[in-house]
């Protein structure tokens, strides 16, 4: 007797190596007993398996089958067995003295019986979804096992599942009690009867149970049955197939499992004598979810809770239904409209389409009209096959493009709450104890999704504004790249229109008698420039009038945020209940446990005191259940009113959403058709250059012309051949035109230098980058022109009877602006624009020169300025903000790097300022 305890300590056993007390038992068994017990040197705590008188009137040979099978098999999901050693007479060490009575030493799970865990009010029920998974695969693979070793358990039921936990806190279940189990191949048969008779195969539950003496042998399959009804217990809390009045309603029993028909799952009788209930499908009890039960379960346990011999599964095909199932991957949607999460499976081989179905078969929403959001952004059908981890707390959102009406019709299973009745006995108080603490755990579990559903609503219209915000970001992007590709296709209209203009003008005063053989080829360059000037004005007026409709509702999303507002307002109406209700009701379904195993204690007649205690007992479990249902009800309404809220917001935020889908559509099409118009445009330039090339020669062609009729009447046209002289320095720049403008070309590319200033000081734009990127070929036709006007300039101090050019003097003669200035009024305005520009590439082409000449010699010759001042003079331009004056400094001659220029004193400072420029 302990004094410690009050209770006595019990009969002490003990092996070789191990020890225990026949008061610690740990489960019970037709043919034995298990006890906790420990290792004499280690401590280490093990499971005790010893034998009956029973066990031991079977043959020699049945007895040691068990310790035989466990020596054979070895899994992570069987039960492993440390030793088998015979249990001494007496715990003296002195007078131990072994028996003939061997135990088994097996490895001790601290979670229990699988029976045990099913046996609790938390679970009465069912297990939940991930832990029922976990079972599943985890008893099929230990049966895998025991198949690869030819092995039949024979008594497979939840009390021989084992549940182990590591010290790492993983769970693993193992099978256990091969006291039954005996090697059998697949086309072997056996004839003895073992298990237990609620899980036993209807053949063998027809001569074990109902004794009736038929002549049947029965295969390694009846497992399978077992398998079955195990998992449907574990699945629901209940037996398959009850009759009313239990296992003492054998033939009832046994009629439910051989009439049932195919597919059918369960079969109950309620009262005595009525008909039996069947089913497909699990009961909405259970906590699995609904795809789960539909899809992947109840066709499991209809194939394996089969009785017909031609339909009996075999191994083979369980193993693969179960490898199916486990292949799927969970994929948590939280249903906006509906107001619940879905829970759908999708397997590995599912593509997009096999879930926009699944989700229309648990929603019913059709794919089209799906909207699934995930942080923020819309998923398209592709998308879904990526793997997203998901959960319940954080789902990915379903919501109907066809639908804004929110319902939270979301039913959730609630056990009822039963009273205890009037002069009840003390077990059947236990009972009614057991079945309200139950009822307060599936309460806890609704209460728990009810409160999720509440912080979803939020997390939803969260979603809904980051999809809108993101959505108006890319717009304003896409807005601001697609102004800035306008304006480039703008100003590359403009630049065909001046350099058209400037080209006709030229021709037009240097070719004014033989204007007919430019014809073709100036109207070829007039209406491919009016049919881009009209395709640019097009896409400009469709620009427009996208910009004009999705300008405001970016300004509404991104600044003044109205969406966001209006939300914060209609939230803050939802009372904040849950941290303080599910605080309260975890605090009740723990005292409603204490009750119940209060009250479990009470079997034997109870003096005064105690009855009291106990009836006070029974009134405060009464009250908890009260209180439960109260908060309940109340978050209930918390979880309507917050569903109400959002489907008011959600018919404003789905406006916004149509509008900015639409408009970002209308975005997208306008930048494929654009694309369409940059690429005509490239086309357009191509053949513009091409174009341009065929003038030149017809000018080289006419100006070879010229020359001959000079050389024979020199004398009579002195004005003509100054003309052509001037014109033979201009056509010879042209001709070395090609040669300078590929290797600028070149150098622009190499240079990234100066290809960036060419760009700066050749398209005063505002998106700069973004036009020079997307029409490289821009800053090459405006330096074209600009060469070209350059060159032109070069030219003015040439006098016809000089060969080469001459410095500049304080008053040269005739320039070559002064002689365009006699011509036409628009040649005039174009050359003086183009001529603006000049200063502006002055120093580009400095350095170009330089760079080009290797320090030694330029282009132009030594004495000359690269832009002459009397030219720049004569247009009235600026360069880099310095006006020139008749007053300016004489031009000096000024070295850089071997290389002599004269230049005026702000021509010098420019030279200076190339190497800081060149560094920056």
């Excluded at 009439?259 to 039996?276: A, F, L, N, P």
């Excluded at 930048?671 to 369409?676: E, G, L, P």
């Excluded at 082409?845 to 132009?860: D, L, Q, V, Y």
């Amino acid at each position: 007797f302990s004094k410690r305890t009050g209770k006595m300590s019990g009969h002490m056993c003990a092996t070789h190596y191990y020890v225990w007390s026949t008061n610690n038992t740990l489960g019970k068994g037709s043919t034995g007993v298990v006890y906790k017990g420990l290792h004499k040197t280690t401590g280490d705590a093990v499971a005790v398996k010893t034998f009956n008188q029973l066990s031991h009137l079977r043959a020699p040979d049945i007895q040691m089958r068990e310790f035989d099978v466990l020596k054979k098999v070895s899994h992570e999901n069987v039960v492993r067995l440390l030793a088998v050693e015979p249990e001494f007479r007496n715990i003296n060490i002195i007078l131990q003295q072994g028996t003939d009575n061997k135990v088994l030493i097996m490895e001790l799970c601290t979670g229990g019986s699988l029976f045990n865990i099913l046996d609790d009010p938390e679970n009465t029920y069912g297990l939940n979804e991930d832990e029922f998974l976990r079972v599943l695969e985890h008893v099929t693979a230990g049966i895998t096992h025991l198949r690869d070793n030819n092995i039949v358990h024979r008594d497979l039921k939840p009390g021989n599942i084992m549940k182990f936990i590591t010290l790492e806190g993983r769970i693993i279940y193992k099978l256990t009690d091969f006291g039954a189990a005996r090697e059998l191949n697949d086309d072997q048969q056996f004839v003895s009867l073992y298990g237990t008779e609620e899980y036993l195969h209807p053949d063998m539950y027809e001569r074990a149970v109902l004794r009736k003496s038929v002549t049947k042998s029965f295969g390694a399959t009846v497992d399978l049955w077992s398998i079955g009804v195990t998992l449907y217990h574990v699945a629901t809390g209940f037996l398959p197939f009850r009759p009313y009045g239990g296992r003492r309603n054998k033939e009832v029993m046994y009629k439910i499992t051989t009439t049932k028909k195919s597919g059918i799952i369960s079969g109950v009788q309620v009262s005595e004598g009525s008909d039996i209930e069947w089913s497909d499908k699990l009961p909405v009890s259970c906590q699995l979810s609904l795809y789960v039960i539909w899809k992947l379960i109840a066709p499991l346990l209809a194939n394996l809770l089969e009785s017909d011999p031609n339909k009996i599964w075999s191994f083979d095909k369980y193993f693969s239904a179960v490898t199916n199932i486990l292949q799927h991957r969970p994929l948590h949607i939280f249903d906006v409209n509906s107001g619940r999460v879905i829970h759908i499976f999708v397997h590995c081989t599912h593509n997009s389409q096999n879930i926009q179905r699944l989700v229309e078969d648990l929603s019913g929403i059709l794919p089209a009209n799906q909207m699934i959001l995930y942080k923020g952004k819309v998923l398209t059908a592709e998308q879904l096959d990526v793997k997203f981890e998901t959960t319940v707390k954080s789902p990915i959102f379903l919501l109907s493009t066809k639908d804004n009406k929110l319902s939270a019709n979301e039913s959730y299973f609630l056990a009822q709450f039963p009273s205890f009745q009037q002069c009840a006995g003390l077990v059947q108080d236990a009972q009614t104890a057991k079945i309200l603490s139950s009822s307060s755990y599936c309460l806890l579990r609704a209460l728990t999704s009810v409160m999720n559903t509440s912080k979803l609503y939020p997390a939803a219209a969260f979603c809904i504004l980051e999809l809108l915000r993101n959505r108006m970001r890319e717009a304003q992007a896409a807005l601001k790249t697609s102004e800035s590709l306008v304006e480039a296709a703008k100003m590359t209209t403009k630049v065909f229109l001046s350099t058209y203009r400037f080209v006709a003008s030229v021709s037009d005063i240097i070719f004014s008698d033989s204007m007919h053989l430019l014809d073709p080829s100036s109207k070829q360059l007039r209406d491919s420039v009016v049919a881009k000037e009209d395709s640019n004005h097009r896409v400009e007026i469709q620009f427009s009038e996208i910009s004009s409709k999705l300008k405001p509702l970016i300004k509404n999303t991104l600044e003044t945020d109205i969406l966001w507002k209006s939300w914060l307002e209609l939230s803050s109406q939802i009372p904040d209940i849950e941290s303080s209700h599910l605080a309260k009701t975890t605090s009740y379904v723990r005292l409603m446990r204490e009750g119940w195993e209060y009250l479990s204690r009470d079997k034997r007649a109870l003096s005064y005191n105690d009855e009291q205690f106990h009836t006070i007992e029974k009134r405060k479990l009464e009250e908890c259940s009260k209180k439960l249902k109260g908060i309940y009800e109340t978050s209930v309404c918390a979880s309507h009113m917050a569903s109400d809220l959002l489907s008011s917001w959600l018919s404003l935020a789905q406006v916004d959403l149509y509008d900015s889908a639409f408009l970002c559509d209308q975005l997208n099409m306008f930048q494929d058709m654009f694309n369409s118009h940059k690429e005509s445009l490239d086309q357009a330039s191509e053949i513009y250059d091409q174009e341009l090339v065929k003038i030149m020669q017809k000018m080289n062609e006419e100006f070879g012309t010229n020359k001959k009729l000079q050389s024979e009447d020199a004398t009579e046209n002195s004005e003509q051949a100054k003309k052509s002289k001037i014109f033979e320095v201009i056509l010879e720049k042209l001709r070395q035109f090609d040669e300078v403008a590929h290797d600028l070309k070149w150098e622009s590319l190499q240079n990234k230098q100066l290809a960036v200033q060419i760009r700066d000081f050749s398209l005063p734009v505002t998106h700069q980058r973004m036009i020079f990127k997307a029409f490289p070929r821009l800053v090459l036709i405006n330096l074209l022109f600009m060469l070209v006007a350059l060159l032109c300039a070069q030219a003015q101090d040439v006098q016809p009877d000089s060969e080469t050019t001459a410095a500049p003097t304080e008053k040269p003669s005739e320039t070559f602006a002064d002689y365009f200035s006699k011509g036409t009024k628009s040649a005039q305005d174009a050359f003086q624009r183009i001529g603006a520009l000049i200063g502006r590439l002055h120093k580009i082409i400095h350095k170009f020169i330089k760079k080009k000449s290797n320090g030694n010699e330029t282009i132009f010759p030594p004495g000359n300025s690269p832009v002459p001042h009397s030219y720049i003079k004569k247009i009235d331009c600026t360069y880099d903000d310095v006006k020139y004056r008749q007053d300016d400094e004489c031009p000096r001659e000024y070295e850089h790097k071997n290389a002599k220029y004269f230049v005026t004193k702000e021509e010098q400072l420019q030279c200076e300022l190339l190497p800081l420029l060149g560094e920056r």
